[in-house]
């Protein structure tokens, strides 16, 4: 067994198919599959069980991917150990931000990133919540910043804070206030299920009784603000969101009350998979620049 084999047969293993694992591992099929054939050849056993649906996982192949998931932690720690060594965290962390937080987010967390660990390697990425969430269960995020997020096994989360959310509208008028029970007056510019405000926001108002006007489903924080600026219709965005489009002068934002809406933010990890010290100084990183950032654009 070599290392690639093993980090080849878990990534397959976690996502459940050749294909999206040669997708993520940005290999051909048939190389990635004759890798893991080679695997079993040597272990003298069968570790996938291969159908039109994907794989599943033969006995053998759940005590390789259990002891596997150790091993390569553990190649990991020891790598994090010589560039210590040298007087310095390495490794590839990948993290994951919702769109609206990561226009805000991305600078000031790579900044401290590669200021405090200059030989390792930072991806961030955008996505949905609820994508974002699948992702750290495969692997392929570490971290995620999740709107949210609702426990579930394989996932650990870390409540960081509250965000708000306003009722945003075109004209750049004098910030005001609009209570919940009032906001199927205004058509809302919104984004498809399961985005997580548009979650948060439908089940806010379904507890008091009413249910929101939707005007047009848009996924795009950027495309919904520019409609919003052409009078098509409203949205329910936090402040940030607003502060970093395009001439922001073109909105104005009203506090909803009675009661707000308020989406909690927190830091998620792969609960199955020890974190190591990059991972771990990452993960300390992204909660405080996010702390600080959203306290500052909410003050």
């Not at 769109?99 to 030989?119: D, H, N, Q, S, W």
């Not at 205004?186 to 089940?203: C, D, G, K």
């Not at 009350?257 to 991972?279: C, E, F, H, W």
């Amino acid at each position: 067994m070599d290392l690639k084999q093993l980090s080849y047969f878990v990534r397959v293993a976690e996502l459940g198919s050749f294909t999206r694992a040669s997708i993520v591992l940005d290999i051909a099929q048939p190389a990635l599959s004759r890798q893991v054939r080679l695997l079993e050849v040597e272990l003298h056993q069968n570790l996938l069980v291969r159908n039109g649906r994907g794989i599943t996982l033969t006995e053998a192949g759940r005590v390789l991917l259990e002891h596997s998931r150790g091993v390569l932690h553990q190649m990991e720690r020891l790598r994090e150990e010589l560039s210590r060594v040298r007087g310095s965290l390495a490794g590839r962390v990948a993290i994951g931000l919702p769109p609206t937080l990561g226009r805000i987010l991305a600078v000031p967390v790579t900044r401290e990133f590669k200021r405090l660990m200059p030989e390792a390697t930072l991806s961030i990425v955008d996505g949905l919540s609820k994508t974002m969430q699948e992702s750290l269960l495969t692997g392929q995020l570490d971290i995620a910043l999740l709107y949210n997020a609702f426990p579930s096994p394989g996932v650990e989360l870390r409540p960081v804070l509250q965000d708000e959310l306003l009722l945003v509208q075109t004209g750049g008028n004098a910030d005001g206030q609009v209570e919940l029970k009032d906001i199927p007056q205004y058509p809302l510019i919104i984004p498809r299920r399961p985005n997580a405000i548009r979650m948060h926001v439908e089940t806010a108002l379904l507890n008091i009784g009413v249910q929101p006007r939707i005007a047009m489903e848009v996924d795009s924080v950027a495309t919904i603000l520019d409609l919003v600026a052409d009078g098509v219709g409203n949205a329910i965005l936090s402040r940030h969101a607003v502060l970093t489009a395009a001439q922001p002068e073109r909105f104005s934002t009203r506090q909803i009350t009675n009661p707000g809406l308020y989406p909690l933010l927190s830091v998620a990890i792969g609960a199955d998979r020890p974190t190591t010290s990059t991972q771990q100084a990452t993960l300390e990183i992204l909660e405080r620049i996010t702390r600080e950032v959203l306290r500052e654009v909410q003050a």
